[in-house]
T-cell receptor, first 113, second 113 residues
């Protein structure tokens, strides 16, 4: 069964550094998402992406964040200048079309020191 | 925006007993309610979902009920097994509009053999 994949599984970075988190959504899916989960807290929506553009974003998704689908398979989340409070598990999710189920990747644990 | 409350935060049951997890939501426009199971260190996995045009849905030992008037929905697991031990998240979404999921804080279910 196809699955969403994410790399790396764990990323450690220093405050102020840029990080890029990578996701490969399920191949025939058209909607892509990033969520994050701070340790012990709920999963929070960051951004959704459809037709090569952002369709929605939350308040968390400020100018430090950007997303890109550089080719037909990858979907990336870039954090330009990481802060300590960016430490979290970041999940990518994809959805086949409009009102369908979302499937999650295994997550990337980002640790900012 | 949507707010989802989930209770209890932890739940311990004896193997073979039933477990019930409850969620309430705030936005009456929400009409899709998935449940995800997350085992330690793994991705959230969709286990069952319900749309607002039905009041109950069953899949083997798992069932979800929805009360749109009261804006609450519940997950019922019968004949629990040790492998049911995980964190369970409820979520809500406006099926026809924005596709972002709003999650509850999660319930850690422990099934004691």
């Amino acid at each position: 069964e196809p699955e969403v994949t994410q790399t790396p599984s764990h990323q450690v970075t220093q405050m102020g550094q840029e990080v890029i988190l990578r996701c490969v959504p399920i191949s025939n899916h058209l909607y892509f998402y990033w969520y994050r989960q701070i340790l012990g807290q709920k999963v929070e929506f960051l951004v959704s992406f459809y037709n090569n553009e952002i369709s929605e974003k939350s308040e968390i998704f400020d100018d430090q964040f950007s997303v890109e689908r550089p080719d037909g398979s990858n979907f990336t989340l870039k954090i330009r200048s990481t802060k300590l409070e960016d430490s979290a598990m970041y999940f990518c999710a994809s959805q086949e079309r409009g009102p369908y189920e979302q499937y999650f990747g295994p997550g990337t644990r980002l640790t900012v020191t | 925006g949507e707010n989802v409350e989930q209770h209890p935060s932890t739940l311990s049951v004896q193997e073979g007993d039933s477990a019930v997890i409850k969620c309430t939501y705030s936005d009456s426009a929400s009409n899709y309610f998935p449940w995800y199971k997350q085992e330690l260190g793994k991705r959230p996995q969709l286990i069952i979902d319900i749309r607002s045009n039905v009041g109950e849905k069953k899949d083997q030992r798992i069932a979800v009920t929805l009360n749109k008037t009261a804006k609450h929905f519940s997950l019922h697991i019968t004949e629990t097994q040790p492998e049911d031990s995980a964190v369970y998240f409820c979520a809500a979404r406006d099926w026809a509009g924005s596709y972002q999921l709003t999650f509850g804080k999660g319930t850690k279910l422990s099934v004691i053999p």
